[in-house]
């Protein structure tokens, strides 16, 4: 092996360390507080919504459309972030849904599922919620979040 | 949304604040009258103390049910109940408010709070 293979290898080993840390952490955060890591929900959104359009290059501009601005949400998400492997969101009406193929907190998901929790939080929703409430006024619920071998799906309402 | 449920509430004396707030600790309506107080902040830690009691109240009753949550301060208190599935209502109080009535209040509005989400 090359030493730019090397370098490469110990670079995605770093990656996926630090992804299943990521995940140890937030399964150990939900093991002591249970439904209180709910409530951690919106302040994660915020600093994340604020990291993808500081730093990944997510932009509002020029769009009050609900589904335009999701769009775009799903693109940053999906396309710079990297969060899975594919994203969709659906505005309906008042309900929101989340669909993400693969996406890189399942390993903690299911990992909490196994011991018998059920997931209360998922910051990438909760970015969701705070952009809509900051470019709409709206506020949103997370409603449920629902997850299976290779897929997690949120459902969300609007209010008002 | 929610006027009427925080105007009933502050209509007890010695309530300072009123706040709905959603599990995920979103701030959906409140009111404060101190204005040193940072309500979208206090919001999600309404939200997180609520929650984790619950996981108390599993762990030592082996109930997921809280009634109350009553935080009780020198200066003031700030009760919490569920209003439904997604959110809670939370007052601040003068230290020494009518409990009785304020908890009367609570429930009523909670209930009111539930049925519009």
């Known amino acids: 092996m090359t030493e730019a293979k090397v370098v490469e290898r110990m670079n995605e080993r770093s990656e996926e360390m630090a992804t299943k840390v990521n995940n140890l952490i937030l399964y150990g955060i939900y093991r002591v507080l249970g439904a209180g890591a709910r409530g951690l929900g919106n302040s994660i959104g915020e600093e994340l919504l604020h990291a993808m359009m500081e730093e990944y290059g997510l932009n509002f501009e020029g769009s009050s459309d609900p589904q335009e601005l999701l769009n775009r949400f799903t693109e940053v998400m999906v396309n710079t972030f990297g969060f899975a492997e594919r994203g969709e969101i659906d505005v309906n009406g008042n309900k929101v849904t989340l669909k993400l193929d693969n996406p890189m907190d399942l390993y903690a998901l299911q990992l909490l599922e196994k011991k018998g929790m059920k997931p209360v939080l998922y910051p990438m929703a909760n970015a969701i919620a705070v952009a809509i409430k900051k470019f709409s006024g709206k506020n949103v619920l997370i409603k449920g979040i629902n997850v299976d071998e290779k897929h997690v799906e949120v459902e969300m309402m609007i209010l008002g | ?117």
Do not use: C, W
């Not at chain 2, 959603?22 to 103390?49: C, F, H």
């Not at chain 2, 009553?70 to 003031?76: D, M, N």
């Not at chain 2, 209003?83 to 908890?103: C, F, I, M, Q, W």
């Open chain 2, 1 to 117: 949304m929610f006027e009427n449920v925080i105007a009933d509430i502050l209509r007890v004396d010695g309530v300072k604040g009123v706040a709905v707030v959603s599990k995920d600790g979103l701030l959906i309506e409140g009111q404060a009258n101190d204005r040193t107080i940072d309500v979208e902040n206090v919001a999600a830690m309404v939200a997180t103390i609520y929650g984790t009691s619950l996981n108390v109240s599993k762990e030592v009753f082996h109930e997921e049910a809280i009634d109350m949550i009553t935080l009780e301060s020198p200066k003031g208190k700030i009760i919490t109940v569920e209003a439904g599935e997604s959110a809670v209502l939370a007052v601040l109080t003068d230290p020494k408010v009518n409990l009785g009535l304020v908890r009367i209040y609570l429930k009523r509005n909670a209930q009111k709070v539930a049925s519009m989400l």
